[in-house]
Nanobody, 126 residues
Framework: QVQLVESGGGLVQTGGSLRLSCAASARTFSSYTMGWFRQAPGKEREFVAAINWSGGVKSYADSVKVRFTISRDNAKSTLALQMNSLKPEDPAVYYC???????????????????WGQGTQVTVSS
């Protein structure tokens, strides 16, 4: 069982930055692929970014590529999402998720992740 707790959400102006964090309870954190998803009101939850167990392989949705950076610290069992140049289309509840490691393969579907946090709200003002 893995418990995930997100933090760092808040209100930021368009063009601003936020850093989300996800703290994991698992002693075997390094064995999981980790991902970030988001869900805006009235929309389905969508993939944002993922990172493999070592941090050496990363994947991003086209909509956030270049602007967002996913990273992990296995020694501290934490996952981060640095979000820069935030746009009006970025507001959502952001969720971190953990799934079984499949080597360099990084899943983009919700079904590929077994554990989810409660989410943290990101709001962007114009």
């Amino acid at each position: 069982q893995v418990q995930l707790v997100e933090s760092g959400g808040g209100l930021v102006q368009t063009g601003g930055s936020l850093r989300l964090s996800c703290a994991a309870s698992a002693r075997t954190f390094s064995s999981y692929t980790m991902g970030w998803f988001r869900q805006a009101p009235g929309k389905e939850r969508e993939f944002v970014a993922a990172i493999n167990w070592s941090g050496g392989v990363k994947s991003y949705a086209d909509s956030v590529k270049v602007r967002f950076t996913i990273s992990r610290d296995n020694a501290k069992s934490t996952l981060a999402l640095q979000m820069n140049s935030l746009k009006p289309e970025d507001p959502a509840v952001y969720y971190c998720a953990a799934g079984p490691s499949r080597g360099p393969y990084l899943g983009r579907r919700e079904i590929e992740y077994d554990y989810w946090g409660q989410g943290t709200q990101v709001t962007v003002s114009s």
